[in-house]
């Protein structure tokens, strides 16, 4: 049976995290690297995820670590710096963009203060966090020819009283995100974790991208990223299993809405979609414009 573009990428372009051990980045890496990490009250992990960083730039991984926190009341702020973080306020940052709306947004403004050429993004609320996390995206931009965005992805197990199911978690990445892509860009079709907000990027593509403000950043950059390099600049990383908060049931039907809001906006845009076909009364989220033509601007 001929494979579909999504199954040969998917399986010349998924690595395993254990290929990309610190010292072989340390070694093989000529470009800069920077971790961010987006974060709102996150006190309970925020100071282990750093720890694991600063071994890291230690080891010679890395260069820079930062955390953008969101007026965070629990005093993640200060515990990630005093586990050896540079903090920002995401409000610091662009303020002339008026206020900060959400993750995507966050990421983005980080962008302006980010020195790194390579850029990781990772969750400031990971539970028992390992240094794998970042060595396991960042292993593939310095190590695998024409790789400019790595994704990567897990098992999430979710609890419900004393039993817990190993791969229950991601409901909005299981019955929204990966059937809507499949539908409607079959090309993305391989892609594990659409949703995950665990990648790395070389920054001049990054700054060149548009940055949906909410819910919608992971989905939309995926897409944009798949349309500014194909799949042949793309690749994923099983990083084996991913721990944090889960969200009520209640609140998936917004997250869902602008996941679905989201490709439609790509589809209009592409004009496979008329404007008033798309979601009344959910609408898809702000948009940021690319950075790299507001520094111009």
Known sequence: MTQTAAERWAGARSFHHSLYPAARIAAERSRSVSVCLPARECAGTVSAVVEALVALREAGAIDEIVVVDAASADGTAVRAERAGAVVWQEQELMPEHGAVLGKGDAMWRALSVLEGELVCFLDADTEGFSAHFATGLIGPLVCEP????????????????????????????????????????????????????????????????????????????????????????????????????????????????????????????????????????????????????????
């Open 146 to 297: 024409g790789v400019s965005f790595v994704k990567g992805f897990y098992r999430r197990p979710f609890a419900q009283g004393a039993v817990e199911h190993a791969d229950g978690g991601g409901r909005v990445n299981h019955l929204m995100a990966r059937p809507a892509l499949a539908l409607f860009y079959p090309e993305l079709a391989g892609v594990r974790q659409p949703l995950a907000g665990e990648v790395a990027a070389r920054r001049e593509l990054l700054e060149a991208l548009p940055f949906a403000t909410g819910y919608g950043v992971e989905t939309a950059m995926l897409i944009d990223v798949w349309r500014a390099v194909g799949l042949e600049g793309m690749a994923q990383v099983d990083l084996e299993e991913h721990r944090n908060r889960h969200q009520p049931l209640s609140a998936l039907t917004p997250m869902a809405a602008t996941v679905l809001a989201t490709i439609a906006r790509r589809m209009e845009w592409e004009g496979r979609l008329s404007a008033d076909g798309a979601l009344p009364g959910w609408g898809a989220p702000v948009e940021r414009p690319p950075l790299a033509s507001v520094a111009s601007a």
